[in-house]
């Protein structure tokens, strides 16, 4: 057993292996496995297999520097989505008592309270002051309370 795990050691040496990218192509290719098996469709046969050979040829590699640069480029842009989704889901928290404006300099989202006119903002990055017009006020929640 140690002779073949040192063989497949000597193997991968130089080889790109594992990484995030291979992850989310196996996941892929595991998910269209299983909607495949209830519509047997031969183009999503097809695209399973390129996608097994992608991702293969990916971690059999030598040309590590390549496939570390595609995983880079596939990070990057996975941290920009999550990003995006935080955004959102802060934005919707924060709807009554807060507002977001990107600062037209440096385009840096900035959270801001919620006050009804227009302000004079400073952006604490890059310093640019810029106007903010702001249509509604804090809204007060209203508790309704039921007559007994
Ligand atoms: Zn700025």
């Known amino acids: 057993m140690?002779?073949?795990?040192y063989k497949l050691y000597k193997f991968m040496y130089g080889r790109n292996g594992i990484d995030e990218l291979y992850k989310v192509g196996l996941i892929l290719c595991i998910?269209?496995?299983?909607?495949?098996?209830?519509?047997?469709?031969?183009?999503?046969?097809?695209?399973?297999?390129?996608?097994?050979?992608?991702?293969?040829?990916?971690?059999?590699?030598?040309?590590?520097?390549?496939r570390r640069h595609e995983n880079n480029v596939y990070l990057k842009q996975k941290r920009k989505l999550k990003n995006k989704i935080t955004l959102i889901k802060r934005k919707w928290q924060d709807r009554n008592t807060h507002?977001?404006?990107?600062?037209?300099?440096?385009?840096?989202?900035?959270?801001?309270?919620?006050?009804?006119?227009?302000?004079t903002c400073?952006?604490?990055?890059?310093?640019?002051?810029?106007e903010v017009k702001c249509r509604r006020g804090?809204?007060?929640?209203?508790?309704?309370i039921k007559n007994k």
């Open 2 to 5: 140690q002779k073949f795990i």
């Open 31 to 66: 998910i269209l496995s299983i909607i495949n098996i209830f519509l047997n469709n031969r183009i999503l046969t097809l695209i399973e297999f390129l996608l097994i050979v992608i991702i293969i040829y990916r971690s059999l590699s030598k040309n590590i520097t390549k």
């Open 99 to 119: 507002i977001y404006k990107k600062c037209p300099k440096c385009k840096k989202v900035l959270r801001l309270p919620l006050k009804k006119g227009t302000h």
């Open 122 to 130: 400073k952006c604490p990055v890059c310093n640019n002051k810029f």
């Open 138 to 144: 804090e809204k007060v929640k209203v508790e309704v």
